[in-house]
């Protein structure tokens, strides 16, 4: 979904609170506003794929951190993804089951080795490569 626009986004922040599964992989214009707008407005969002989603950065993951039962998430190939971030998402999202990381180039070894320990102590898939 390449083409799938920052305003759409936001559109479905505001008219969709019910929202629980959400795939905008490859959205080229989606960014941390967008998904701010989102977090906001979809508290039950339950799964959501941002792989590809190259304007996501450490902001998205704190906003996110809002949606308490978030329990899948895909960060693939995003670089602008750092230790602080993933941080601030395992303070929200203690449900977390499954996570992908593949490509998230801007985590130190530190982050991987809390992962499961520290951050998502429920997490039963990691994806790292």
């Not at 305003?7 to 905008?24: E, F, N, P, R, Y």
């Not at 304007?55 to 899948?72: G, H």
């Not at 190939?77 to 750092?82: I, S, Y």
């Not at 601030?88 to 180039?105: H, P, Q, T």
Request: aromatic fraction near 4%; glycine fraction near 6%; proline fraction near 2%.
């Amino acid at each position: 979904c390449e083409a799938f626009s920052a305003s759409a986004l936001s559109h479905i922040g505001k008219v969709c609170a019910q929202l629980q599964i959400l795939d905008i992989c490859g959205s080229k214009y989606v960014d941390d506003e967008c998904i701010e707008k989102l977090a906001r407005g979809c508290p039950r969002l339950e799964r959501l794929n941002l792989q590809w989603c190259v304007l996501v950065t450490d902001r998205s993951l704190v906003a996110l951190a809002s949606c308490r039962k978030l329990t899948s998430l895909s960060l693939h190939g995003n670089k602008n993804v750092t230790d602080s971030g993933m941080e601030a998402l395992s303070k929200g999202c203690r449900e977390m089951l499954v996570l992908d990381i593949n490509g998230c180039i801007g985590m130190q070894n530190r982050t991987f080795e809390h992962i499961r320990s520290q951050y998502f102590p429920k997490l039963v898939e990691l994806v790292v490569l």
